[in-house]
């Protein structure tokens, strides 16, 4: 998204296959912005504190950027995930993973899925393929995201709570 909010509001809703959805996002005024392709997420943690409380250190690789993000803990919602988010991109990725190891970080969770990236005024939605199934995931203002839901036909009942770290747990893969 253009101007990215230090507060992340999103929803990640379960779907049986993303190649129906491409349609649907045109549709609703969506254009890809990056076309599928592998993303690739690290987390890291020192001594399990930031899991305590609650937030998360992130690297990502995706679409020729390398990106660090950190999460803090969720604000209770009953369908949307809302934390604070602060992402900045970097050119060096070596040397701030030797910055991270530095100062006590080690990488805790290596997680692999493709990626395509859908953009519109107030929303940005992300089809995703991971290794236990596919998902939609609309990042943005929450009317807009409850307003994409139901342009897309999909019920709440479709709402993925659990973040992608604790999915690829769950599915033995982290």
Known sequence: MKHK????????LRIPATGPYRPLLEALGFHEVHPAQVEVSVLWDRSGELRAAGSALRTRSYAGQFRLTWKGPKVPDPLLKI?????????????LEAILRALGFAPIQRMEKVRAVWE???????????????????????QAIRAAMEGLGLAPDRAETRSYPELFAANGLG
């Open 83 to 95: 934390r604070p988010e602060h992402e900045c991109g970097l050119e060096n990725p070596e040397a």
């Open 120 to 142: 519109r005024a107030e929303l940005e939605a992300c089809l995703d393929e991971t290794p236990f199934g596919c998902y939609l995931e609309l990042e943005g203002d929450p």
């Open 5 to 12: 909010s230090a507060i992340e509001t999103e929803l990640k």
